[in-house]
């Protein structure tokens, strides 16, 4: 005998398709978990990653920054040096000039004049005293400008001393001290 399906087959068939869409639905659903699963996985990474790499670097930001601090101690403490260096150089090329500065004031002094008050501000020099006359401060000043430890020789002024019996002249002069053997050293630095 012969079977026959009653069962209209188009129900069959339909209902084989909603099996199959809801399998197929199933399926896309998994398949888009998935790709979200990895999508936050792989962006997960790259946070934790880039984290990694952010610590690093404010670690080694630190480690700069500390090195920064170090080298502008070290530059401090250099600038001191060099400027202690600088001041002892100069008391070296000077520690003779006082001797000289005594020896070229003796060596000037002509007959008649008289020094009672040297003061030294610096470099410069303030000298005052009396004269027997007034040509012989003007000797006196031809004879600093013609020494090699002294320059810009200005007369403050002289004046006639009513106070002394003699009738003097009372003077005060400002000259410049330099030392000429810094001039040699500096210029055989250059050379």
Known sequence: MAKINLLPWREERRQQLTKEFYMLL????????????????????????????????????TKLDQQIEEIKKLEKQKANLI?????????????????????ELVKTIPNGVFLE?????????????YSQSHSRVSDYMRRLDSSSW???????YIKADTTLVSHEQKFKLSVKLINPNRKKDTDEGVS
């Open 26 to 61: 199933g399926v896309a659903a998994a398949v888009a978990v998935l790709l979200f699963g990895l999508t936050f996985y792989y962006f997960d990474q790259s946070i934790q990653y880039q984290k990694q790499r952010n610590t690093f670097l404010d670690r080694e930001i």
């Open 150 to 156: 002294f320059e810009k020789i200005e007369l403050d």
């Open 117 to 129: 008050k040297i003061t030294q501000k610096g470099t410069t020099l303030s000298m005052e005293g």
């Open 83 to 103: 400027a202690r260096q600088t001041v002892i150089e100069e008391l070296q090329s000077s520690r003779t000039q006082m001797v000289h500065l005594f020896d």
